[in-house]
């Protein structure tokens, strides 16, 4: 739990300081002897008044920004999570000083994210819960504190509930359950979910989409969500998430080391599902229509296999090379369906879709493409707000010329080279002329070494924030 109490006594207390300030006025000499306050760099004290303080250093003042809050506060939390303390001051001056009242939603974001783990199944795992008071603000703004926290408090639900299901087993998330569990979700943020089955996906011509989930005995489910916080008369932005909850391959099936992975391709989903979640809790003034197709991509005698053609429910036909590349078969359908079903005006398509976007960019960068710089430009808003890191890629005609194909009007696979910027033109056949930005996270929504002080091994909740600032920032 956090709290906004000036007066609180802790087990420890919590103080940040540049390096080369005042701030090094309020720390004893001895300490200051063997701490250089260089960036993530911490040292506790017991003061002569009895005091047990932990200094946290940030480094130079030019070097830091808004951002590295929820890095720092992550990280000061874990060195005292090593000695079971849970009950902390966490003095907040220095940031509010710098940064205003904005900064303490990277605060809120860092207790929370950096105190994450996910519960799992284990029978004697045992609860952890922890105190953090937040102090050093002026008395007369406490209530402006508290709504920040609150705000913000959302924002970390959002990305620990994308967290959650990214790192729930298969067997625990099949399409079926995904929907209860987001029907349930949207009773406790109000927003709206519809369900369809496979018999609505059939009879909508959702071909591409029932290729993929048709072969598993857990039938595919098309979840919407719909939140509509803005005017009557706002334009609708679809988030479409690539809702895979397993994924073998198919008949392309997967080498052995990666399956392990195989549960996470849901990541997109789950994005879609944090996002819309914080901005109903927060009641930001928007109007957001969700969309998930959840699948999963097995092996049976009724499974596609490679030199498919398959139908779309554009009426576009599809050459299938590659049962592995289904994602992008699924999204077709899923983007079509937000055009012409719910309306959308403009639409994000998030997706764990490449390995290519890793071997490009790594672990802590996003790949994008889009078709309207305007709305791009808004989209760059939300993420350095967020904090996050995307990379767009060139889009040429060359590249499109890849996806070409001789029997269809498409097909699934392009050269063995430019994977991430094929796959994001895959789904740009289908968008129209409809403003779009595809968010391929396969590099960034999961990670085995964490990155940053604020992740955990598994899930990340990538893209929730910058989709929520997105709409935050547009206020």
């Not at 506060?73 to 966490?90: E, F």
């Not at 080391?257 to 819309?276: C, F, H, L, W």
């Amino acid at each position: 739990m956090i709290y906004a109490d000036n007066n609180q006594n802790c087990d420890f207390k919590i103080l940040y300081v540049y390096a080369g300030t005042k701030d090094e006025e309020n720390i004893p000499r001895s300490i200051l002897e063997i701490f250089n306050r260089g960036y993530k760099t911490c040292i506790p004290c017991i003061k002569e008044n009895g005091e047990a303080v932990l200094y946290v250093g940030l480094g130079e003042i030019s070097s830091f920004n808004l951002t590295r809050i929820k890095e720092v506060v992550a990280y000061s939390l874990k060195q005292l999570r090593k000695y079971n303390i849970k009950n902390v001051a966490m003095d907040i001056s220095t940031f509010l000083k710098e940064y205003g009242i904005e900064s303490i939603s990277e605060v809120v974001l860092g207790i929370r994210l950096g105190l994450y783990s996910f519960k799992g199944y284990g029978t004697l795992k045992k609860e952890e819960n922890h105190h953090i008071f937040l102090q050093g603000y002026p008395k007369e703004q406490e209530d402006i504190v508290n709504k920040e926290i609150s705000l913000a408090v959302n924002v970390a639900e959002g990305v620990i509930l994308a967290r959650d299901l990214v790192n729930t087993p298969a067997n625990k998330l099949t399409p079926i359950i995904m929907a209860d569990s987001i029907r349930k979700l949207g009773e406790k943020a109000g927003f709206e979910v519809e369900i369809f089955d496979e018999n609505y996906i059939t009879e909508n011509k959702m071909e591409a989409f029932y290729t993929v989930g048709k072969s598993s005995g857990n039938p595919p489910r098309l979840i919407i969500v719909r939140y509509f916080g803005g005017h009557k008369e706002d334009d609708i932005t679809a988030l479409v998430g690539k809702g895979v909850t397993c994924d073998t391959g198919g008949y392309c099936l997967k080498p052995a080391n990666s399956m392990a992975g195989i549960k996470g391709d849901m990541g997109g989903a789950a994005a879609v599902i944090g996002a819309i979640y914080s901005l109903a809790k927060n009641k930001i003034k928007a109007n957001v229509v969700g969309i998930i197709p959840a699948c999963e991509n097995r092996i049976s005698r009724e499974s596609f296999i490679p030199g498919d053609v398959i139908n779309s429910m554009s009426g576009k036909t599809i050459e299938v090379l590659n049962t592995d590349a289904e994602g992008r078969l699924i999204l077709a359908d899923a983007v079509t369906y937000a055009i012409q079903k719910e309306r959308a005006k403009k639409i994000i398509d998030i997706a764990t879709l490449t390995g290519a976007v890793v071997n490009a960019l790594g672990f802590s960068i996003a790949g994008t493409l889009t078709n309207n710089r305007e709305f791009y430009s808004e989209f760059t808003k939300g993420y350095e707000r967020a904090g996050e890191q995307y990379w767009q890629f060139p889009i040429c005609d060359e590249h499109r010329d890849m996806i070409k194909s001789d029997i269809a009007d498409v097909k699934n696979m392009g050269k063995n080279y430019c994977g991430t910027i094929t796959a994001g033109l895959f789904i740009e056949k289908f968008v129209e002329d409809t403003p779009w930005i595809h968010l391929d996270i396969a590099g960034t929504a999961w990670v085995d070494t964490p990155i940053y002080e604020y992740q955990t091994t598994g899930a990340t909740g990538a893209g929730v924030t910058s989709m929520y600032y997105l709409f935050k920032e547009r206020e």
